[in-house]
């Protein structure tokens, strides 16, 4: 057997990125176990002694069960509606594509994703606080409508991949249209689902601006809500703030962790055709 060859560029600028990457969490790690006098003697160093009372300390501060919980339900109702929403559009697309409307319906959902938030923001919080949803119900809307363009172009990318033969077999046999997408199709969308799934879950967890601007009771507040409330306006405990921002990626870092392959597989599945 031939031995491979190895690339020493991409080698080094994989190690370089992989350094840059792994360097913020390293800093994150060891301010969260230093008490604050030791901060200002070393920041990167290892700890004299490891203060483990800055993760509880944190916890109190930023009341983090109750935003873990507001956290835990925004995410899994946006997750849950997203698929189920975005799946279903994006399916009367991809089998309408030869008509003009459905033609022009992809493209505008195309060019939405180009659409910065900041332009929209504040015309889109006075409507919102005009309907009456300035709350976590309008917050899990928006993320369902923001993430349509995107979701919509990876959705219909695979359902164009999926044979039509099998629509035709189940119409000859007299199934209706709502049938054959539950029933054939929607089984058939796991990869692009869990893909679609756990990109809409980083994104409603670890979103800062939305829910800055939609939620305004301190009860419904968010984890990166409740870290930025942590922050004083004086003087910041720089130890507990770390451990707090730790305890709020962890979650997210250990889905990533377990579902990176369903990630990848299922972007790059959407991508082709």
């Given at each position: ?88 559009v ?43 949803l ?14 349509i ?6 959705y219909?990318g ?22 054959i ?36 009771d ?56």
């Amino acid at each position: 057997m031939r031995r491979s060859k190895i690339n020493i560029p991409a080698m080094i600028f994989l190690i370089i990125g992989a350094i840059f990457i792994l360097f913020p969490l390293y800093m994150a790690i060891m301010v969260s176990l230093k008490n604050p006098q030791e901060l200002g003697q070393s920041i990167l160093g290892w700890p004299s002694k490891i203060f483990w009372s800055n993760f509880p300390n944190a916890m109190a501060a930023t009341h983090y069960w109750q935003a873990f919980t507001n956290s835990f339900i925004i995410t899994a109702c946006a997750v849950i509606l997203t698929i189920l929403t975005n799946s279903m559009v994006a399916y009367a697309i991809a089998r309408n594509m030869h008509k003009r409307f459905f033609r022009y319906i992809y493209f505008y959902f195309f060019a939405a994703m180009f659409v910065p938030f900041p332009i929209i923001m504040l015309p889109l919080v006075r409507q919102m606080s005009h309907i009456g949803l300035a709350n976590q119900w309008g917050l899990i809307i928006l993320y369902v409508v923001y993430g349509i363009s995107f979701n919509v172009f990876v959705y219909v990318g695979y359902l164009r991949s999926i044979p039509m033969e099998l629509e035709e077999a189940a119409l000859v046999d007299g199934a209706s249209r709502w049938r054959i997408f539950w029933q054939i199709i929607f089984p058939l969308l796991a990869p692009i689902n869990a893909t679609i799934g756990i990109i809409t879950a980083i994104w409603a967890w670890n979103d800062f601006l939305l829910p800055l601007v939609m939620l305004g009771d301190p009860g419904q507040f968010t984890l990166p809500l409740q870290q930025y409330a942590l922050q004083g306006q004086y003087s910041t405990n720089y130890s507990e703030a770390f451990a707090s921002y730790l305890m709020a990626l962890l979650p997210m870092l250990l889905i990533y962790v377990i579902a990176q392959k369903w990630i990848i597989n299922g972007v790059t599945k959407g991508a082709i055709k």
